[in-house]
């Protein structure tokens, strides 16, 4: 599982199981020989929502 994917369902279909995949402690602990790149989406289509909400 990705960190965007988890924090979408965690904001966007509030499934909170989520929630402990986005604290620094477990980053921090991932495995990574690079940094973590983070972007910044400031839209998303509405049919990416909808069938993200249904696959809820």
Do not use: C, D, G
């Amino acid at each position: 599982m990705t960190f965007s994917t988890a924090f979408m369902k965690l904001y966007l279909v509030y499934q909170t199981e989520y929630r402990p995949l986005l604290t620094e402690s477990y980053v921090k602990n991932l495995n990574h020989n690079e940094p973590i790149k983070v972007y910044l989406v400031r839209s998303l289509p509405p049919e990416f929502l909808q069938r993200l909400v249904r696959n809820k």
